[in-house]
């Protein structure tokens, strides 16, 4: 990689670009480091790192950034399309990874008052993907692999060509199965509108405090042999 602002194909990285918008967007709500590190549990020299474009995010440090400011995903990770005929190509983008997840961004779409975020998902064999939760409505669609995902108190088990949606807002967790990683498309899907909300501050807080109990407990759930499972996909 060049600088912090462009990949080795010349397109800007993530890094860059979200040290960029996180920079922006904090500034437009008035935000100082201080406070944001605050509100989203993250520590004020990580937030520095990442809007001098040294810092290194991670799948849930971004998620964590998207809840608390109340804006989709892609208005943090995503520069503005230049051409009419968008193009986006696999070795130029570079991966955002989480724990059992790697997300490369590949289109935002708004239109009609709705928000929707494109990424190209791997699930990985090494890990389960566990989300608190988030704003919108997740769509997974998967294209190889078999791929187990738990929303809420549902679980259900996924093969190629099979699809998912559920209220992101729902605890939720992704997990490869059979041995191989599970390649798919994710889709989140906002209204446009909640990128006018920020979190409230107490309740903020309150989200940060509890996200540890709630992986904690996610976790724990994922360990013991699972009952019967609901609307099994074959």
Known sequence: MNDAGESAGGEESVRGVLAANLKRIRAEHGLSLSELSRRAGIGKATLSQLESGAGNPTLETVLGLSR???????????????????VVRAAETEVLSGRGVDLRPLRRIESGGVVFEIYDQLVRTDGTQISGGHAGTEHTVVQAGRLRVRAGRREVELGPGDYVGFDASLPHSYTAVGGEPVRSVLFLQYRAERRLHLADPEDAADEAAGESARQSALEAAERPALGPSLGRAH
């Open 68 to 86: 608390v400011l109340g804006v989709p995903i892609s208005d943090l990770v995503e520069g503005r399309p230049a051409d009419e005929v968008t």
